[in-house]
Nanobody, 122 residues
């Protein structure tokens, strides 16, 4: 079985920081890319940041300079450090794994976590 479990969400004041974690369980051979997406009420799910197996990163313009995505391949974990948080960052944040390969030649195009709520409010 493969599971993506997010943690680190919560309530924070504007200007504060949070660090999200996403751990992938299972006998993982490799993951091409991992990312964070978010969805606010009445909004479409949008890309926040992605990171490839080679370390290349991509950020939404709205979070550049404030958020940092990183990964630990040995732990099959991806992180999102969020600084200078704004009320507009309030959303459910979802972890995504793209191109997930397991030992035994199992392959999944996409795997999603259950999401973690981030609320930025005074």
């Amino acid at each position: 079985q493969v599971q993506l479990v997010e943690s680190g969400g919560g309530l924070v004041q504007p200007g504060g920081s949070l660090r999200l974690s996403c751990a992938v369980s299972g006998s993982i051979f490799g993951i091409k890319a991992m990312g964070w997406y978010r969805q606010a009420p009445r909004n479409q799910r949008e890309l926040v940041a992605t990171i490839t197996s080679g370390g290349s990163t991509n950020y939404a313009d709205s979070v550049k300079g404030r958020f940092t995505i990183s990964r630990d391949n040995a732990k099959n974990t991806v992180y999102l450090q969020m600084n200078s948080l704004k009320p507009e960052d309030t959303a459910v944040y979802y972890c995504n794994a793209e191109g997930l390969a397991m030992y035994g030649s199992s392959w999944y195009d996409d795997y999603w976590g259950q999401g973690t709520q981030v609320t930025v409010s005074s």
